[in-house]
């Protein structure tokens, strides 16, 4: 087993069959995905690791904002996330 990526709580692991992309919980890892062990396999996994991190931090208001950088963020609401520094709302759907 070998960390071939890691983005926020979520990474990919290379096991000796396939790529496994793995979020960390409180007490153990629960595997999201699967792919082939190949080329493409790697950079689908890479690529599904970065979209779970990013989707996360969008939901959570755990990133920073996309308009000032700040990471003063919280939830307002289903579906909305406010920058408390400049106020820009992002709209998060699911």
């Not at 000796?16 to 062990?37: E, I, K, L, M």
């Not at 990133?63 to 950088?69: D, E, L, N, R, T």
Request: charged content about 25%; some cysteine; aromatic content about 8%.
């Amino acid at each position: 087993m070998t960390i071939m990526r890691e983005a926020g709580d979520f990474w990919v692991c290379r096991n000796p069959r396939d790529y496994t992309v793995y979020r960390n919980g409180s007490t153990h890892a629960v595997a999201d995905s699967t792919f082939d062990r190949t080329p493409d396999g790697l950079s689908l996994a890479i690529a599904r690791c970065d979209y779970l991190a990013k989707r996360y931090e969008r939901r959570t208001g755990n990133g920073p904002c996309h308009s000032c950088g700040s990471m003063d963020c919280s939830v307002q609401g289903r579906g909305e996330l406010t920058c408390n520094k400049c106020g820009v709302t992002l709209a998060v759907y699911d």
